[in-house]
């Protein structure tokens, strides 16, 4: 367009109009600028100032059009345009009004992608940086920053190799050869990272390099992610990865997974060095079962069935034989594990190779049992002779009518308390042997604590009186005290810690029982003596077997196990067991036991009236009893003889053998049989059952009368039948009271 020197209108081209077409109809010679201007306002057209959108400055028109002024830009509905002005000498205005609507869109376009651009580059969670080709950063982000420890500024001043770990130098160049020659687009690779502080950091690094359009890379844009965690944990992972593996090779134990989904099994291969087959091979349960000993399949199967079926964990040990031939014993411990719809999904498990172990136990448990055969035996060896010696002691003891003198009574009394204490020992010995191997049975239940005090003290009762020793009980609520215990094991502890306590006191004595409440739960009993004491020294081993820390006084006759099996009882019991002393001042031993909950003290208290020392039996007017005794022993059918000599109903008859024996039973259908149970070609419980068998003889009431007093065994007496279970030697007062209770039911 042309303006004159008056800024009126000359000529435009029609590309002018078409621009402006929206006043083309007033675009004619002569129109002032100030016109079409204003025409061009109020259609819309919006003038941008210093990159800005701004109202038009009318006052500013006709300026512009007496001097010279830069290009301006307008938008104009939905155009942009940029005006160009000269000014010709002749004052006249020529003015190029150019189209750039396509120009400012993808300008616009533009700075909405570097905007985008920056802010993802900024904004971004993982470090981003720009660096030159000789490694100086051009640009960096926040979280770059934030990983390395420096701020923005110092980073800018700093290099790649700046923040290098020197170790990853080398590769971190080779990397950066290889990607300028190799004309690849990005490359990745983890480096270590010096912080600002020294620290080391891992990163993930990920590098594209941006090329102009000869291809030639100008600049690098990196990014790099903090994996320092990661690494460290996988690190960690590592060590304990190794720790376990090493651990696993240290003690042989072998790992397999077993996936459900798939059915493969895998096995590591010290699993498979366990079961001697080949490793890096695919497994199935198939394979698996073929190995298991015959004998044990139809177990492990089952035990596999239910963890399969119902996801249950398990844990066995059973034998295997491997393709070599050799047999094996295997611990296996196995672990479901499930989704999270409890689906179950895998078996992962852990096997040891337990056979040497095995081997052990074995030899262990068949020197256990050798050790308990022979103390068995040894038992019965000593309880046969010490029936005849107790036995005709007691005999002679309570002869009415060949009654011995002082000096006789006072030898037979040696004789009684030698035998009694040679049972006693016998006794220790077979229970420290049962507690060593675990074979001694406790039975728990509500009891009541004086009860059974008393019942020992009763026992003791003369032993104290030989040394003019006073004993004193004081316990706190008496009648309510009920503790879980075995009474007749409880019993044998407070025997043990009574009779020390006379033992190794001094004459006219006096010893203390008293007893505190713990808590709600439990009670400590104390027994207090004014005896000999024990040296600080020896206190930490009174409970070992065969230890004896009273040894100023090695006359007092004792074994040394009896401390150690009271121990051992009473932690069976679930209680503990200790002891304080002063030499020159006693010694006092505590118990601590549970106290029973819930129970009846009615239901425990024992009404049994005491038993007179010498007892006769008196059948009234009843006939005479027939009464058969079978013993292969011969000193203890003479034995039962003496017992029963005097006693008018009861008619005694004897065998030394069962098969004998049974031929008597049979004829005579006695009203009592009393046998041994270890008789020679026929034990005492095949001739029960013969007697059981026959008609006549099935309800004759029985009495095992055996020197084998091991617990299990006399209950298992009393299982097959016998109305009774005594052991040798013979308590005399025992035997009448059971015949008499027999013979009058």
């Keep these: 367009v042309l303006w004159d020197a008056d800024g009126r209108l000359v000529m435009c081209n029609k590309k002018f109009r078409d621009l402006h077409r929206h006043v083309a109809v007033k675009i004619i010679p002569g129109l002032r600028i100030e016109e079409l201007l204003q025409q061009l306002k109020s259609s819309g057209m919006i003038r941008v100032r210093e990159g800005k959108l701004a109202d038009w400055d009318d006052d500013d028109l006709a300026l512009r059009l007496r001097k010279d002024e830069l290009d301006s830009m307008v938008q104009y509905r939905d155009k942009w345009i940029r005006i160009s002005r000269n000014k010709l000498a002749n004052g006249s205005v020529i003015a190029f009004h150019t189209d750039i609507t396509e120009i400012k869109q993808s300008e616009e376009a533009l700075t909405e992608s570097e905007e985008h651009f920056r802010s993802i580059f900024e904004d971004a969670g993982v470090g981003m940086a720009i660096t030159e080709l000789n490694g100086r950063f051009r640009r960096v982000n926040a979280a770059l920053c934030e990983m390395l420890g420096y701020t923005k500024e110092e980073l800018l001043g700093l290099a790649v190799h700046d923040v290098t770990h020197p170790d990853d130098m080398q590769t971190t160049l080779e990397a950066r050869e290889k990607f300028l020659s190799d004309r690849i687009k990005h490359e990745a690779i983890q480096k270590r990272y010096i912080r600002k502080d020294g620290q080391m950091a891992w990163g993930s690094l990920t590098r594209s390099g941006m090329r102009n359009k000869e291809g030639n890379i100008q600049y690098f844009v990196s990014q790099v992610q903090d994996i320092t965690q990661r690494r460290n944990a996988e690190e960690q992972l590592r060590l304990r990865e190794g720790q376990l593996s090493n651990s696993q090779e240290l003690i042989n134990l072998g790992y ?23 490793t890096g091979l695919d497994r199935r349960m198939e394979d698996f079962f073929a190995l298991v000993h015959p004998g ?49 999904i895998k078996r992962i498990g852990a096997v040891l190779d337990i056979t040497e ?58 004789i009684l308390k030698s035998g009694q204490h040679l049972l006693y020992l016998v006794d220790d010995l077979l229970d420290l042997s049962r507690i060593e191997a675990g074979n001694i049975s406790i039975e728990l239940k509500p009891t009541n604590l004086a009860d059974v005090l008393n019942d020992a003290i009763d026992t003791v009762e003369t032993q104290a009186k030989e040394k003019n020793i006073t004993l004193s009980v004081d316990l706190m609520a008496e009648q309510l005290i009920l503790v879980q215990s075995d009474e007749g094991r409880l019993k044998q502890v407070f025997l043990n810690l009574l009779s020390n306590a006379i033992k190794y006191n001094r004459n006219d004595g006096k010893i203390f029982v008293t007893n505190q409440f713990q808590n709600s739960k439990s009670l400590r009993l104390y027994i207090e003596d004014t005896g000999l004491g024990i040296d600080s020294d020896r206190l930490d081993s009174i409970f070992k077997p065969f230890n004896r820390p009273w040894t100023s006084s090695p006359q007092i ?17 679930g209680g503990n067991i200790g002891v304080s002393s002063k030499v020159g001042v006693g010694s006092t031993f505590w118990i601590d036991l549970k106290i029973s909950e819930g129970a009846n003290i009615d239901d425990e208290i024992d009404s049994t009236a005491p038993i007179a020392e010498q007892y006769s039996i008196d059948m009234g007017n009843d006939r005479t ?25 009861v008619n005694l008859i004897t065998s030394d053998n069962a098969i004998n024996g049974l031929q008597i039973a049979l004829e005579t259908v006695p009203d009592l049989v009393i046998l041994d149970i270890n008789l020679p070609v026929m034990s005492g419980v095949e001739l029960l059952d013969k007697l059981s068998e026959n008609h006549g003889t099935e309800n004759i009431p029985a009495i095992a009368l055996s020197a084998d007093a091991l617990p299990e065994h006399v209950q298992k007496g009393l299982d097959c039948g016998f109305s009774l279970y005594l052991s040798k030697p013979i308590i005399l007062n025992d035997l009448r009271d059971a015949v008499e209770e027999i013979l009058r039911k």
Aim: charged share 30%; proline share 2%; net charge negative.
């Design 557 to 573: 006759p004792g074994s040394g196990i009896g401390l150690s099996i009271a121990k051992r009882l009473i932690e069976l019991m």
């Design 625 to 649: 009893k027939q009464v058969l005794y079978i013993d292969d022993d011969q000193s203890s059918l003479e034995l039962m003889q003496e017992i029963f000599e005097d006693t008018s109903f």
């Design 357 to 414: 172990e095995q081997h052990r136990e074995d030899q262990l448990r068949q020197a256990n049992q050798a050790k308990s055969n022979f103390l068995t035996h040894m038992s019965h060896e000593f309880r046969t002779p010490l029936n005849s010696i107790l036995g005709f002691a007691q005999v002679i003891n309570n002869d009415k009518k060949n009654q011995i003198d002082e000096t006789n009574h006072r030898r037979i009394q040696n």
């Design 296 to 344: 044990d399949l139809e177990r492990v199967k089952a035990a596999v069935n239910n963890s399969v079926v119902e996801g249950e964990d398990y844990n066995m040990a059973f034998r295997i034989v491997r393709p070599d031939g050799k047999e094996k014993t295997i611990h296996i411990r196995v672990m479901c594990i499930v989704d999270n719809r409890k689906t179950l």
């Design 256 to 278: 397999f997974e077993h996936d459900l989904n798939t059915g493969i099994n895998f096995w590591s291969d010290i699993l498979c060095r366990i079961l001697g087959v080949e």
